[in-house]
């Protein structure tokens, strides 16, 4: 005979004699929906790496680069941005909010660093010290990157899709709203913008740093529901940034009227926290509810069934192979598990999937931000205005959002019902970034709105589906660092095609206009190109590369359209059912759970 006695969520966690309002406090803030929340605002920070196309010309003007130079400075850029293995290392080691506040020192520095060069608060630094603050600026927000993103996979595993669209998405709005607070605190001085992409990312990790962290894997009622709400009200914050950006275009707005923009902005960023509560209450009251039933329940069990242990989910061959009694360490390296069990991460790197994947990444990610970085010069070249070049940068944010979110839902719809392998949309839309680039080579009246959709949303859909792909096949044990592994093909191909095809054709176009004036490389501060020219060869070329990704990536489709086939969340699935078992003959574990308590 065993004697339970239900316990209420304020016996543990030094709440005792707290108030109710104080305790459902507590209760709100350790739960994983708040974590999620926070994890948005987290992630708005690097978004600030898209802004670079705004203020390069700050720091082209300012120090006297020519075009080559300044590419070369974007592509430290995103070889930080992209160069994410060391945050991944450091999250394999450290809690949480460790690598927030590393990340958060990081960015503080670098982004300060290029701030006072530019505004000549110190000595003019030489181009290779631009290239480690660039570097070590961008590389900071792979820390919150990281952070909040693995931490929300792995508390959620069976909506990874939505869940990196979601979070990935936010990164894609980051630079959008980072430019109504821009305006809204500083006008229109571009070289303030970079002082605020130092702060700005910094304080709101400080802010949620305590909240974000690892929670046993449990099965949330209306999770999926959840998701769709936050989504909903994400569009709105899009579809709203997006009027602002056409209305501002039209018109001159003055402090006073961003000051009301970014009010609304800031009422959607904080309108899932208040959906969040909403929930959490619910659950408070269920518990509640739980805690006023009578103080003892007996339950009588056959003597047998009590000595019976709690079933458990088998454990994988993986976990078998990496028991410390292993013969070799290289023995496994080439051994590998099943696609979806949990690879080492030698196995995931030197294994065909991974491959394959990394060369389509390099084709796809690699033309995309280097047309991103290069839409200021872009927009230059073909005779646009200022305020309109900064509004194809918002545009590519915006849609950028779009792509995350949308690639995130709908292949984690056509997973469930037809089980369409995600590296087929991965494959789709690089073929749209291949006309987005065609219609930069090629250039219209107004092309280069539509281009900047279709870059925009191409890219941030490679990003959601690439992370997405690489949980799937290699499993979550070493995420942390695999994803990071994986988007070290970025910064490759944004070497070879922005420094050394677009920045190359670019100097080359502007010599020839100087020479055409009868004037010397010597006679100017900075090379400037003006016309179609100065952009068709290497925009030809980036289509090809882009077309060239995508046929990479159908040879993924062909290797794991099997694997698609069956049960990929299984296993997750049997985790939380593991947990709800062991839960229910632990019954002061309960609240804990349900408050999201770290594994």
């Not at 069956?566 to 947990?579: C, V």
């Amino acid at each position: 005979m065993a004697t339970v006695a239900p316990t209420s969520c304020a016996s543990g966690g030094g709440v005792e004699g707290y108030s109710r309002a104080s305790r459902f406090a507590v209760h709100v803030i350790k739960g994983r929906w708040f974590s999620v929340c926070a994890s948005f605002l987290v992630m708005i920070g690097p978004g600030a790496t898209y802004l670079f196309g705004i203020y390069s010309q700050e720091i082209k003007s300012a120090l006297g680069y020519d075009q080559t130079t300044l590419n070369l400075l974007g592509f430290f850029k995103d070889l930080g941005t992209n160069v994410g293995v060391p945050a991944g290392l450091v999250a394999e080691v450290t809690p949480t909010w460790f690598v927030l506040l590393l990340g958060s020192a990081l960015n503080l520095w670098g982004y300060l660093m290029i701030w006072l060069a530019v505004t000549a608060r110190i000595a003019r630094p030489k181009v290779w010290h631009m290239c480690v603050y660039n570097f070590v600026g961008s590389n900071s927000q792979n820390f919150a990157n990281t952070g909040a993103l693995v931490t929300c996979v792995k508390n959620f595993p069976e909506s990874r899709g939505i869940m990196i669209g979601l979070l990935k998405g936010f990164v894609g709005l980051g630079g959008a709203i980072m430019t109504q607070f821009y305006f809204a605190i500083y006008g229109d001085d571009s070289k303030a913008l970079i002082l605020m992409v130092g702060w700005f990312p910094a304080a709101l990790c400080v802010i949620f740093v305590y909240t974000i962290r690892t929670m046993k894997v449990v099965r949330q009622p209306n999770e999926v529901k959840m998701f769709y709400q936050f989504l909903y009200v994400s569009i709105v914050l899009a579809l709203f940034l997006m009027v602002m950006t056409i209305v501002q275009k039209q018109i001159v707005f003055p402090r006073a009227a961003y000051a009301g923009s970014v009010t609304v902005v800031c009422v959607l960023l904080f309108l899932p926290f208040v959906i969040a509560i909403r929930e959490e209450l619910t659950l408070w009251n269920l518990e509640r509810q739980h805690d006023n039933s009578p103080t003892d329940v007996t339950v009588e069990k056959p003597q047998e069934e009590e000595s019976k242990p709690v079933a458990l989910p088998p454990v994988s061959s993986t976990q078998e192979e990496e028991k410390p009694n292993s013969s070799s360490f290289f023995a496994n390296v080439f051994k590998k598990p099943p696609r979806g069990e949990d690879y080492t991460i030698l196995q995931a790197l030197l294994s065909v999937d991974m491959l394959t994947l990394f060369l389509a990444t390099m084709c796809g990610l690699g033309s995309s931000l280097t047309a991103i970085d290069n839409l200021g010069q872009i927009g230059g070249a073909l005779g646009y205005p200022t305020r309109t070049i900064s509004s194809f940068v918002s545009l590519v944010s915006i849609w950028n959002y779009f792509g995350r979110v949308f690639s995130g839902f709908v292949s984690e719809i056509l997973i469930a019902k037809w089980k369409v392998p995600r590296p087929l949309m991965l494959t789709l839309t690089l073929v749209l970034l291949c006309v987005g680039h065609l219609m930069i080579a090629f250039p219209a009246p107004g092309s280069i709105y539509v281009a900047s959709v279709f870059i925009g949303f191409a890219y941030g859909a490679q990003l959601t589906l690439i992370f997405a792909i690489i949980s799937e096949l290699f499993g979550l044990k070493y995420y942390a660092t695999l994803f990071n592994c994986g988007q070290l093909a970025t910064p490759i191909g944004t070497y070879v095609l922005n420094v050394k095809v677009t920045g190359m054709f670019y100097d080359q176009e502007a010599l020839k206009e100087l020479a055409e004036k009868g004037m010397t490389r010597s006679s100017v501060k900075a090379l400037s190109c003006i016309g179609v020219q100065c952009y068709k060869k290497s925009f030809i070329i980036l289509a090809a590369g882009s077309l060239f990704g995508a046929v990479v990536s159908m040879i993924l489709v062909i290797r794991t359209r099997e694997f698609y086939r069956g049960d990929i969340y299984k296993k997750f699935r049997e985790q939380a059912d593991a947990s709800q078992t062991e839960m229910a003959f632990s019954p002061s574990n309960k609240s804990a759970a349900r408050l999201g308590s770290p594994q």
